[in-house]
């Protein structure tokens, strides 16, 4: 038997914490080796950063990550119980601190040259990465990078393809502003939307995938209501903010504390739903709380590839109409779609 220990030095999920309790990856080895764990193999991504005289556990060897199916194809052979720690920052903490100026940020990007990708696939297959992403031409299904998500750990470079460049020194450019509501090819102007009457709690979805802010919209209009002296709660539930996963928060405001009883939304109870992303707007468990008598929604109509891209090349998004599946649970007279938007 072999335990795979993972250790990317915080608690990543919810917010890059750092974990309690003095920990590392020499002091994990040490505790399993006296609990009979034998042999022990550390892989990382930077099998250098360790000085020398680390107090490893005796018989720990260090192997780059490149190695790591060598590694356990070794330990699967071996009799007893064996351990693989691998010891790498969470790729989400990464842009984190990055953005903190914590965190070396290498000045390389990967880009793919869509005149020459054939849409093999093979750059995801060898890095398992969401931030390869199909992009459809006049010529078929190409890839490319999604430079707001990219961990720059350079792994989809490795494969065997020549439409790959990487870009040194250079920087991204930056998007434009959006025009303004009364400006040519602007969205109309949204009405003013009348406010709740707040006789029982009013229900907030919000919907996402990890990483876009979904938790930070939910806290927003939490405060918001909070420093009106109003009764709130929130409650999120947390996806894999590095593999794109569902994210939920459900936010419930009252008149007063005491009447908030239940801090999730129940079945049919949402009274707004902000979509951030269109196939976790539509899944059933965000259906499951519209109804079409309350439920207003507004949503993102662009959807993100699901982590089904990663293995088969030739994904496409469900069949189904996701946004009539929204319009059908709020009920067709609560959808609104102005006209003339998007701008040709």
Same mark, same amino acid.
């Given at each position: 038997m072999t335990y795979k220990i993972l250790y990317n030095d915080a608690v990543a999920m919810t917010?890059?914490? %750092? %974990?309690?309790?003095?920990?590392?990856?020499?002091? @994990?080895s040490r505790q399993i080796a006296a609990e009979g764990v034998h042999p022990i193999i550390v892989v990382t991504d930077e099998p250098d950063k360790y000085p020398a005289g680390t107090n490893w556990a005796p018989g720990v060897t260090i192997r780059h990550r490149d190695e790591l199916d060598q590694v356990q194809r070794?330990?699967? #052979?071996? /009799?007893?119980?064996?351990a693989l720690i691998y010891d790498q920052t969470c790729a989400s903490e990464k842009r984190r601190r990055r953005k903190r100026n914590e965190y070396p940020d290498p000045a390389?990007?990967?880009? @793919?040259?869509? +005149?020459?990708?054939? !849409?093999?696939?093979?750059?995801?297959d060898k890095s398992n990465c969401l931030s390869v992403e199909p992009l459809e031409t006049e010529f078929g299904r190409k890839r490319r990078i999604n430079q707001s998500t990219c961990n720059k750990d350079y792994s989809c470079v490795k494969g065997f393809c020549p439409s790959f460049v990487t870009v040194e !020194?250079?920087?991204l450019r930056k998007g434009k502003a959006a025009p303004r509501p009364d400006a040519a090819g602007a969205a109309?102007?949204?009405?003013?939307?009348?406010?709740?009457?707040?006789?029982?709690?009013? !229900?907030?979805?919000?919907?996402?995938?990890?990483?876009?802010?979904v938790i930070t919209i939910g806290q927003i209009l939490a405060m918001a209501a909070h420093l009106e002296g109003k009764g709130v709660s929130v409650l999120d539930m947390s996806g894999? +903010?590095?593999? !794109?996963?569902?994210?939920?928060? %459900?936010?419930? @405001?009252? +008149?007063?504390?005491? #009447?908030? %009883?239940?801090?999730?939304?129940?079945?049919?109870?949402?009274?707004?739903? @902000?979509g951030c992303d269109l196939v976790v707007s539509a899944s059933p468990d965000a259906v499951s709380r519209m109804s079409p008598p309350q439920t207003r929604a507004v949503v993102n109509?662009?959807?993100? /590839?699901?982590?089904?891209?990663?293995?088969?090349?030739n994904w496409r998004l469900p069949g189904s109409d996701l946004s009539r599946d929204i319009a059908d649970a709020c009920g067709a007279a609560r959808v609104h779609r102005p006209r003339n938007w998007p701008p040709r």
């Open positions: 917010g890059g914490q %750092h %974990h309690d309790g003095p920990l590392d990856p020499p002091m @994990i070794e330990l699967r #052979e071996v /009799p007893g119980v064996s390389k990007r990967a880009v @793919i040259n869509e +005149a020459v990708c054939e !849409g093999c696939g093979d750059c995801s !020194g250079g920087q109309p102007a949204l009405p003013e939307p009348a406010r709740a009457a707040l006789d029982a709690p009013y !229900g907030v979805l919000v919907t996402g995938i990890g990483g876009t802010g894999l +903010a590095q593999k !794109g996963g569902p994210v939920m928060s %459900h936010v419930k @405001i009252a +008149a007063t504390p005491e #009447e908030l %009883h239940a801090a999730r939304i129940g079945t049919g109870d949402a009274g707004l739903l @902000i109509a662009t959807t993100a /590839p699901t982590a089904e891209f990663v293995k088969n090349p």
